[in-house]
């Protein structure tokens, strides 16, 4: 697989190269953490089984 950048401004790559200016603290990763309950959100009739 490859991933092209298709645009011409310096700016915009720049944009897409700091994607990871960001930080999660500790209440924000509690709260993603939170959400996982070991179950399917979408679970489609074709959908493989071997995670049940």
Partial sequence: MKCQNITNSDAHIRENIDIFDF??????????EAIDRNERLIDPDWAPQWDT
């Avoid at 999660?24 to 993603?32: E, F, P, V, Y």
């Fill in 23 to 32: 930080e999660i603290d500790d209440d924000d990763m509690a709260s993603i």
